[in-house]
Nanobody, 115 residues
Framework: QVQLVESGGGLVQPGGSLTLSCAAS????????LAWYRQAPGKQREFVAQ???????NYADSVKGRFAISRDSAKNTVYLQMNSLKPDDTAVYYC?????????WGRGTQVTVSS
């Protein structure tokens, strides 16, 4: 059974930082690309960042230079380091594992950026 469990969300002030984690089980972690998406209230889910099996990364323009995605195969975990957070970053953040036509999603973790 595949499980992706996000953690690390919470309330943070503008300009602050958070690190999200997503622990995976039930998959061969090293064989999957990994990504973070987010969904704000009333909006569609949008791409945030991804990291390939080889470690190549890609980011949405809105987070480039502020967010960093990384993976730890020893812990079967993908991370999203978020710096210089803005109120527009408020959303539920989801992790995704993907390989060929397969994809799996976590249930999400809430990030709220507010003073």
């Amino acid at each position: 059974q595949v499980q992706l469990v996000e953690s690390g969300g919470g309330l943070v002030q503008p300009g602050g930082s958070l690190t999200l984690s997503c622990a995976a089980s039930g998959i061969i972690f090293s064989s999957y690309g990994l990504a973070w998406y987010r969904q704000a209230p009333g909006k569609q889910r949008e791409f945030v960042a991804q990291i390939t099996t080889g470690g190549s990364t890609n980011y949405a323009d809105s987070v480039k230079g502020r967010f960093a995605i990384s993976r730890d195969s020893a812990k079967n975990t993908v991370y999203l380091q978020m710096n210089s957070l803005k109120p527009d970053d408020t959303a539920v953040y989801y992790c995704k594992a993907f390989r060929l036509l397969l994809s799996y999603w976590g249930r999400g973790t809430q990030v709220t950026v507010s003073s």
